[in-house]
């Protein structure tokens, strides 16, 4: 497979294989639209900071990829089959899926028809 890396969202139209790498800008720190920064943690004065997460996304009407990235945040392919689209869920039986990170800054796999 081949190597997909972006600042900001991937779109492929066809079969993704091999890492998709989204979010690459992403660094927590700074103040930008494309990250959200609702969270909070705390951190050792016991003061409230604001954890970003980003927005960026990933979506491939065929997913077979070997790495996926948003952020900083990674997993393998079989961690995916394992835990998430083996799963039945909204778009039962499609190959389109598309990859965010939720609240907590996880990595969330979603089947979608379209």
Do not use: H, W
Request: hydrophobic share 35%; aromatic share 8%.
């Amino acid at each position: 497979g081949g190597e997909v890396l972006s600042d900001g969202d991937i779109y492929v139209f066809g079969k993704l294989r091999g890492r998709a790498l989204a979010g690459l800008a992403f660094d927590g720190d700074g103040d930008d639209d494309d990250y959200d920064d609702t969270q909070k943690s705390s951190n050792a004065n016991n003061t409230k900071s604001k954890k970003k997460i980003s927005q960026a996304r990933i979506f491939a009407t065929s997913f077979d990829p070997e790495l996926i990235c948003i952020g900083n945040t990674f997993t393998t392919v079989d961690d995916v089959n394992d835990l998430v689209l083996a799963g039945g869920g909204k778009g039962e039986g499609s190959d389109t899926v598309m990859v965010s990170l939720d609240e907590q800054g996880e990595l969330c796999f979603e089947r979608i028809a379209i």
